[in-house]
């Protein structure tokens, strides 16, 4: 802190300036900027969950594949938040939104899992053992281009 004393006509006037004021708000910001991140953090671990549990799930996605077939629940309300092409299939009278399910055959299941998760948590892990992953690299980004 900082004080400085000027006597003026008889009269003392002191100016002071409060540097703690500035450190506080510096410190406030700091930790609001914390908080956000760990909310942030919460939110992404939250729609994992979400995601992985099919909690209130009210879309079925099912992936033919040479195995089968293999099922995925997931949610309409954060697909079309998340995708312009998959809020439009949702909005008009397309059988994907009349019976609840979405078909995939041309996208393994794999990739579609890995784009279901870049669509709810905003990322997804490339690192990842598998014995054809140039392939599943060419999905993902054929999904990519077809729904976000």
Same mark, same amino acid.
């Given at each position: 802190?900082?004080?400085?004393?000027?006597?003026?006509?008889?009269?003392?006037?002191?100016?002071?300036?409060?540097?703690?004021? %500035?450190?506080? @708000?510096?410190?406030?910001?700091? !930790?609001?900027?914390?908080? /956000? #991140? &760990? *909310? %942030?953090?919460? @939110?992404?671990?939250?729609?994992? !969950?979400?995601?992985?549990? /099919? #909690? &209130? *799930?009210?879309?079925?996605?099912?992936?033919?594949?040479?195995?089968?077939?293999?099922?995925?629940?997931?949610?309409?309300?954060?697909?079309?938040?998340?995708?312009?092409?998959?809020?439009?299939?949702?909005?008009?009278?397309?059988?994907?939104?009349?019976?609840?399910?979405?078909?995939?055959?041309?996208?393994?299941?794999?990739?579609?899992?890995?784009?279901?998760?870049?669509?709810?948590?905003?990322?997804?892990?490339?690192?990842?053992?598998?014995?054809?992953?140039?392939?599943?690299?060419?999905?993902?980004?054929?999904?990519?281009?077809?729904?976000?």
């Amino acid at each position: 802190m900082e004080v400085y004393r000027v006597l003026v006509d008889g009269s003392l006037t002191l100016y002071i300036r409060i540097e703690q004021l %500035e450190r506080s @708000v510096q410190s406030v910001q700091s !930790t609001v900027a914390s908080k /956000g #991140i &760990e *909310a %942030e953090k919460r @939110v992404i671990r939250d729609l994992k !969950t979400l995601l992985e549990s /099919g #909690i &209130e *799930a009210d879309l079925e996605i099912k992936v033919k594949g040479v195995g089968g077939v293999k099922l995925f629940k997931a949610h309409r309300c954060i697909l079309a938040a998340r995708s312009a092409v998959l809020q439009r299939m949702f909005a008009t009278e397309m059988m994907e939104r009349i019976t609840g399910e979405l078909v995939v055959d041309d996208i393994g299941s794999d990739a579609v899992q890995m784009i279901l998760e870049y669509i709810y948590c905003g990322s997804v892990d490339l690192d990842i053992e598998t014995d054809s992953k140039e392939k599943l690299i060419m999905e993902l980004i054929y999904a990519a281009d077809k729904v976000i």
